[in-house]
Nanobody
Framework: QVQLVESGGGLVQPGGSLTLSCAASKIIFSFYDMGWYRQAPGKQREMVATITKGGLTNYADFVKGRFTISRDNAKRMAYLQMNSLKPEDTAAYYC???????????WGQGTQVTVSS
């Protein structure tokens, strides 16, 4: 079954760090642009960071300098390293994989990140 599975969420204190992982299965991972999105209660889902199949990265202004997106094509994994976490980073975080050539758009089930003291 084609899928993306996130892991690594949890409860962390303000100023802390977490690393989210996204494992891909049944796709040619290296052909996909990957991204992390988040959705807080009552808010729309928003882009956090993206990385193209070629390794080019893009970040939302609110995470620049704090979060780092990366990928390991051999392991078919994408990561989001999150540092200096703030309470406003609390949200469900979703992994997304896109292969525009075949109009394939995959989402994971999400992992909850809660930043609270």
């Amino acid at each position: 079954q084609v899928q993306l599975v996130e892991s690594g969420g949890g409860l962390v204190q303000p100023g802390g760090s977490l690393t989210l992982s996204c494992a891909a299965s049944k796709i040619i991972f290296s052909f996909y642009d990957m991204g992390w999105y988040r959705q807080a209660p009552g808010k729309q889902r928003e882009m956090v960071a993206t990385i193209t199949k070629g390794g080019l990265t893009n970040y939302a202004d609110f995470v620049k300098g704090r979060f780092t997106i990366s990928r390991d094509n051999a392991k078919r994994m994408a990561y989001l390293q999150m540092n200096s976490l703030k309470p406003e980073d609390t949200a469900a975080y979703y992994c997304r994989g896109q292969r525009l050539a075949i109009q394939h758009d995959l989402w994971g089930q999400g992992t909850q990140v809660t930043v609270s003291s």
